[in-house]
């Protein structure tokens, strides 16, 4: 089976649903395509700039490849500054092409097929300078945490 049908195949039956199914969907997704012997899996390319109160992560990605996105917590702006991929967004793959900009909600997860070397940077306020306490304040590592984090914000009154 070729790599562009087992994604489909894996996407045929996510349809509209509320934001936490579809992380969950996403999650059984993305075991799939990591048990997959036909999917190619890749480490990006990732290059980090920092700016008084912005961190920015710019990601690489080579046409023909595929990546599921970390759970953020918060709002987050993302650039797609080169090439074009299709993206899930509500339910359905879309076609997203350079220039494009947009501010993902929170607990946005996506999943995305790159149909040309394509370079796409996400955004985040902060003054914070190392990546791994950037990543343990911003991302959620599965769906329970961010669960979790939600929870708590409203526990708080956030």
Known sequence: MESTDLIQELCTDISPCSENEMRLRIEEIERKMVASPDLV????????????????REMSAPAGSYITGKIHK?????????GSMEVLIDGKMELIKAPFAVVSPPGTK???????????????????TDPVKIEAE?????????????AKLVEIGG
């Open 41 to 56: 899996i890749f480490t990006p390319t990732v290059r980090e700039y920092f700016a008084p109160g912005i961190y920015a």
């Open 74 to 82: 918060f709002e987050n702006f993302n650039i797609v500054s080169k």
């Open 138 to 150: 911003f991302i959620a590592q599965d769906n329970a945490e961010y669960l979790a984090f939600k």
């Open 110 to 128: 996506r999943i995305a097929h790159f149909l040309e070397d394509t370079v796409w940077t996400t955004m985040h306020g902060t003054h914070e």
